[in-house]
């Protein structure tokens, strides 16, 4: 591999980029726009479910109890009919997501110290929101009326993210999902573009080395990658406030390791395609769809069956989601996470020896 | 003799079970020119891919420059000089970015860089323009840069993939100047064409037609080899003598030469049966001929006599079914067809040549009514182009270069298709298509899917889908590109029998010796028609002896120049 050769081949494909100001402007406009629309779209903090709330018993101690629910700030009240049937024709429509039912002569059993039945029902369609609704109501009902003495006293702390503060996990895994989706269709489509048109052929028949090819075209679109990344982690960071308890420098020091992967990715597509519309395609198949639903973005790998895991830990994503997390929730450093830097340097190089191999100059 | 720069024996290529190239024996000794010469389809590009190294054969051995393509294709790569069909440079640089590029690349550094450099955009006159980007430069002005950027490491061997495919006569000469001098420099020059002339001009060639090889050899004993096999025939009839030509077993093809004479091809061992009142006399063989000769069919071909239909007396009036003035349209600042009046008469064959680029396409989607012309008015088949669109479209054929046909279903189903496409009523269905059919001599073309038929038989049949709603107007775009000289006449015949059943024909095409098929001209460049005439009249008015096509259209385009107004 001869520098002076990969030099002038990324700059061959510097002035070209610099000239396509439409891909350019895909290419910066894109991550923050996928950065906004996913920490404002998607919210796993449950609250102000709408609540349908049917009191028969119109005492004091019942509207007692319905404030708790409305005060906690989980719940919004929806409506508060006189029967039953109203309130199941809300929970069927999907108006309201749960419901309280408050018998008549509620406040007196209390009085004698005798049980008190209420019913709370929640709508179980969305499976993970009823059940945190469903805990919400438990813990509002179990400490109503007052001092309800347990034997034993649980502390339970939140660490990390002591807020629980949804928007402070989604941002730092957006960093490795982003990262996935755009750099790797950028580099798939550079390639194919240069095969569509017949340019390739030039190269082809020359005698730059497929290594010098694969590296010329990751040099300049390793830098626009890593220009995403310092736009989103900005973003981030400035905008949606996250807080960074660990090394900022070290999270875009492996950023820019996980950029060279994501890159690379890209390359070994490009070289098994022909045509843009192809390379599109199958980057958006072997890299941002995984990248969703296969890293832990949202959706927890532990939870997952044991081939699907095997699967997500055949995926660079995942890695560097983990370390993301870890570096700006939890502040932990490379002594912590130095597995999975070792596993995404490995990957990178094993891609990028790949595309090499992949990239052979020849027609067919 | 010189050492052989390339040797090849038996070499092939298939993909799956498909065979593209067979059987290619052929050696080129150093300083010569060699032209591989063929019909798209035929094999042309995969046998320079191989020979570049950058195909793998599947079959035989090739070396090239003393090294086998096959153990040492980066030996061969970095060595020769390699130019692929279309355009190979980024649009998105310079000349002198993609210049420098293609030196960066294949290690030109030094001072010799930069003084070679400027040396190869002089001669291509290319250095007033080093700061334009490549994609704004001309057809022409690009396959120059392709083939300068390929000289900068002084190959001993250039390999390039029809060079001046579509490009302008004017840039095709230059092109070739720049070969001459590279020649002269003792480069060895291995290429693709499928205009006649440029085989001529070649020190030998080797003909291919659906991946094998006809003939190989220098074209003068090639030529030699069908002497006193060629004919000219003239007569005050022509339709007599080729009605008497069709008949004639011993003929294989024949064709009809501006307006005035006939040009046959006879077999081997035959005479040419006399014809009533027409004097025939030998003619000196063309490269166009001696390939007529390597694609002819084997001798008593059964049946295939009756390719043209009896002809009907022409009508007496002869009324314009194209009347266009003025028209002109612009994409943003460039304006695509400039100013152009003509005229089409019924039962008449107009012609439009001119490189890729100068309009003829646009020019043609303005009368078929698909683009509004920005100004100017059009009339066709009687209706207006722009307010009538509809009407006209109703009534004209269209045959694109593409042939737009559908690959996967039968000839049958395309033609059926078409049909109901433009209205034929289910009833008269049958008969629309066995008349289409019969016109466009569609015997061979089988039930199978269209995919699977050849070049030429595809363009029959996108002519009978193009005339089964039968047009008062029928617009050919480029229709016998990629088609065999064989074939060619043969598609050119039933043209000449349509018109002569009073349809108005226009037809574009960068063979510049298909002009000789047309009853007039129309020569376009830059949008503007530069000429509009009779082939003979325009030579006259060049003051030229010969009716020779690319002679008459440099002398346009030399008048154009020089400003001395448009087209007369």
Redesign the interface.
């Given at each position: 591999m001869?520098a002076?050769?990969v030099l002038?081949?990324a700059?061959?494909e510097v002035?070209?980029i610099s000239?396509?100001r439409f891909t350019m402007g895909v290419a910066l406009l894109m991550p923050l726009m996928m950065l906004f629309l996913f920490v404002y779209g998607i919210s796993l903090d449950v609250d102000r479910a709408p609540l349908i709330v049917v009191d028969h018993d119109r005492t004091a101690a019942s509207r007692e109890l319905q404030a708790r629910f409305l005060n906690s700030g989980y719940f919004i009240l929806q409506a508060a009919p006189e029967d039953e049937r109203s309130a199941e024709h809300a929970l069927m429509r999907g108006t309201a997501r749960a419901a309280l039912f408050i018998p008549p002569g509620f406040s007196g059993r209390l009085g004698r110290g005798e049980d008190a039945p209420v019913q709370f029902v929640v709508d179980g369609t969305y499976a993970s929101t009823a059940a945190i609704l469903s805990a919400y109501g438990r813990a509002i009902l179990h400490a109503y009326p007052e001092e309800v003495r347990l034997p034993l006293r649980p502390e339970v702390r939140v660490w990390y993210n002591p807020q629980l503060r949804s928007r402070n996990f989604i941002v730092p895994g957006l960093f490795a999902v982003i990262l996935m989706a755009f750099p790797p269709l950028l580099t798939a489509l550079a390639v194919a573009r240069e095969k569509e048109?017949?340019?390739i052929?030039?190269?082809?028949?020359?005698?730059?080395?497929g290594s010098e090819f694969i590296a010329g075209k990751l040099l300049p679109y390793a830098v626009i990658a890593y220009a995403e990344l310092l736009l989103v982690v900005f973003g981030g960071v400035v905008w949606f406030e996250v807080p960074v308890r660990g090394s900022v420098g070290l999270l875009l020091a492996v950023g820019l390791l996980y950029v060279l992967c994501t890159v690379s990715i890209g390359l070994l597509v490009s070289t098994l395609v022909r045509t843009q519309l192809a390379a599109m395609l199958t980057a958006l198949i072997v890299t941002l769809m995984p990248a969703f639903l296969f890293s832990g973005f949202v959706y927890p790998l532990f939870t997952m069956p044991p081939a699907f895991q095997a699967y997500a830990s055949a995926l660079p994503t995942r890695y560097f989601l983990e370390f993301s997390r870890g570096v700006v929730l939890r502040g932990a450093g490379l002594g912590d996470l130095w597995p999975n830097v070792l596993v995404l340097a490995a990957y990178t190089a094993t891609v990028f020896a790949l595309a090499t191999w992949r990239f052979r100059?020849?027609?067919? | 003799m010189a050492e052989a720069v390339v040797e090849a024996h038996g070499l092939g290529r298939r993909?799956g079970a498909r065979s593209v190239l067979e059987n290619i024996d052929l050696d080129v000794h150093a300083g010569q020119v060699f032209g591989v010469v063929g019909p798209d389809g035929a094999g042309k590009s995969t046998l320079l891919?191989m020979l570049?190294?950058?195909?793998?054969p599947s079959a035989g051995t090739c070396q090239v420059l003393g090294r086998d393509v096959r153990r040492d294709?980066?030996g061969v790569?970095?060595r020769?000089?390699?130019m692929?069909?279309?355009?190979?440079?980024?649009?998105?640089?310079t000349v002198a970015?993609n210049l420098a590029?293609?030196a960066?690349?294949?290690?030109v550094t030094g001072p010799e860089r930069a003084v070679r450099g400027a040396e190869l955009l002089r001669m291509a006159g290319l250095d007033r323009f080093q700061h334009r980007?490549e994609g704004q430069l001309s057809g022409g002005m690009r396959k120059k840069l392709?083939l300068c950027?390929n000289l900068m490491h002084e190959p001993p061997l250039l390999?390039l993939d029809e060079p001046s495919l579509g490009v302008d006569p004017l840039s095709r000469r230059e092109l070739w100047r720049i070969l001459d001098r590279a020649r002269t420099e003792g480069r060895t020059i291995v290429f693709a064409t499928s205009y006649m002339d440029e085989a001529d001009a070649c020190d030998r060639v080797l003909l291919l037609r659906d991946g094998k090889p006809l003939a190989l050899g220098a074209p003068q004993e090639l030529r030699r080899d069908v002497a006193g096999q060629v004919y000219r025939i003239t007569g005050p009839a022509l339709d007599r003598i080729e009605a008497a030509l069709e008949t004639d077993v011993g003929v294989i093809s024949f064709q009809r030469r501006a307006g005035r004479e006939v040009r046959a091809q006879v077999r081997d061992g035959s005479r040419l049966a006399p014809i009533e009142a027409a004097v025939a006399e030998a003619a000196v063989p063309t490269m166009e001929d001696v390939f007529t000769f390597a694609s002819a069919p084997p001798p008593a071909p059964p049946g295939a006599a009756s390719a043209a239909p009896p002809q009907p007396p022409p009508p007496r009036i002869r009324n314009d079914v194209i009347v266009s003035r003025g028209v002109s349209v612009r994409f943003g600042d460039f304006k695509a067809v400039d100013d152009v009046t003509i005229t089409v008469a019924e039962g008449e064959i107009l012609g439009l040549l001119g490189p890729n680029g100068a309009g003829k396409t646009t020019l043609i989607r303005i009368l078929c009514g698909l683009l509004s012309p920005g100004e100017g008015t059009a009339e066709v088949a009687g209706f207006d182009v722009a307010r009538q669109s509809e009407a006209v479209r109703a009534r004209i054929g269209y045959m694109s270069q593409r042939f737009s046909l559908y690959p996967d279903l039968s000839a049958r189903e395309n033609l059926t298709f078409f049909a109901r496409a433009y209205g034929v009523p289910r009833s008269e269905l049958r008969g629309r298509i066995a008349w289409a059919s019969a016109r466009a001599s569609l015997e061979d073309a089988g039930e199978g899917a269209v995919r699977d038929l050849s070049g030429a038989t595809r363009q029959r049949l996108a002519l009978a889908c193009a005339i089964v709603h039968r047009p008062r107007v029928l617009f050919l775009d480029e229709p016998t590109s990629g088609v065999d000289p064989l074939s060619r006449f043969r598609f050119w015949r039933l043209i000449a029998a349509l018109a002569a059943d009073g349809v108005g024909i226009v037809v574009t095409t960068h063979y510049m010796e298909e002009a000789a098929f047309c009853d007039r001209l129309g020569l376009m460049m830059d949008g503007r028609l530069i000429a509009l005439g009779p082939l003979t009249r325009l030579a006259d008015e060049l003051g030229l002896v010969t009716p020779d096509v690319e002679a008459v259209f440099l002398g346009f385009i030399e008048r154009e120049r020089t400003g001395q107004g448009r087209a007369a």
């Open positions: 001869k002076r050769r002038a081949f700059r061959k002035l070209e000239r396509d048109l017949g340019t052929a030039q190269i082809y028949a020359s005698p730059l080395t100059k020849r027609i067919a | 993909y891919q570049a190294a950058i195909l793998r294709p980066a790569q970095a020769v000089g390699y692929s069909q279309g355009f190979s440079l980024y649009d998105r640089l970015e590029f293609a960066d690349i294949r290690d980007r392709a950027a390999i």
